[in-house]
């Protein structure tokens, strides 16, 4: 079992940052690829971000490719999310997730554990 908590969110302008964290408990949190994902209201859950369980590997969603970072310190048992360069279409419940799998996953159903999201809104 691991419980994954994010924390980071807020209300940004447009052109603004905001750095996420998922902290992470439980069973051995550096042996999962962990990931970034968000949801908007009427929308389906979509991948942003993800990184191996080294922190060698990471992809991006071609939607905020260049603008956000995600990284990870095993020994503090925390994922990060960096995001730069923010647009009102990134607003949404950002949640952190684990994966049973090696590598670099990106389907939601890859992932077994989340967290319960939190909320970034950006303003135009």
């Known amino acids: 079992q691991v419980q994954l908590v994010e924390s980071g969110g807020g209300l940004v302008q447009a052109g603004g940052s905001l750095r996420l964290s998922c902290a992470a408990s439980?069973?051995?949190?550096?042996?999962?690829?962990m990931g970034w994902f968000r949801q908007a209201p009427g929308k389906e859950r979509e991948f942003v971000a993800t990184?191996?369980?080294?922190?060698?590997?990471?992809y991006y969603a071609d939607s905020v490719k260049g603008r956000f970072t995600i990284s990870r310190d095993n020994a503090k048992n925390t994922v990060y999310l960096q995001m730069n360069s923010l647009k009102p279409e990134d607003t949404a419940v950002y949640s952190c997730a684990t994966s049973t799998l090696s590598g670099t996953p990106v389907r939601v159903t890859s992932y077994k554990y989340w967290g319960q999201g939190t909320q970034v809104t950006v303003s135009s």
């Open positions: 990184i191996s369980w080294s922190g060698a590997n990471t």
């Open positions: 439980g069973r051995t949190f550096s042996m999962y690829a």
